[in-house]
Structure formats: C-alpha cells, structure tokens
C-alpha cells in the first residue's frame, strides 16, 4: 500500500501544467465565497507543488508565465476561510 504523501508527488495531470492552473484559477475564481470540497483544496495545493517542481527541474516553459499563474493560485486559496 503506498502513503499518502507518495501519491501527491506523483501527480498526474491531463494536459499542460499551465491549462490545469488556468483552469484551477478559474474555478477558484467562480467559487470564490462558497464551500469547496477538501479533496479539490487538496488538489489545487498539489498543483502548486507540481508547478514549482517543474520550474526548479527547469522544465517549465515559459517559466516567467507559470509563475504568474501560481501567484494567481495561491492568492485565491489565501482568500479562502481555513
């Protein structure tokens, strides 16, 4: 049985990292002020990791642009209550 904490390094994503926060944004975004399930916070907090991971193995592509979009993440998870 694997933990926890190894299935959130192994992220697998359907598509682009950029299209998932794009669409995690938005979602946020649209969800501002309502309940969100747990599993979905998770998610999006798993997306950031994923996406910083992948600048510091240089892989992203354009970095500059997937940075902006984690600050945008980030900024919307930080609006919601704890």
């Known amino acids: 049985m694997q933990s926890r904490d190894h299935n959130k390094a192994a992220m697998q994503l359907h598509g682009s990292t950029e299209g998932n926060l794009i669409s995690a944004i938005r979602s946020a975004t649209r969800l501002r002020g309502q309940p969100v399930h747990s599993d979905t916070l998770e998610y999006w907090s798993g997306l950031i990791r994923h996406a910083r991971a992948e600048l ?7 970095p500059e642009s997937l940075r902006n979009l984690i600050t945008k993440l980030e900024a919307e998870l930080g609006q919601r209550p704890s």
């Open 56 to 62: 510091l193995s240089q892989a992203a592509m354009p």
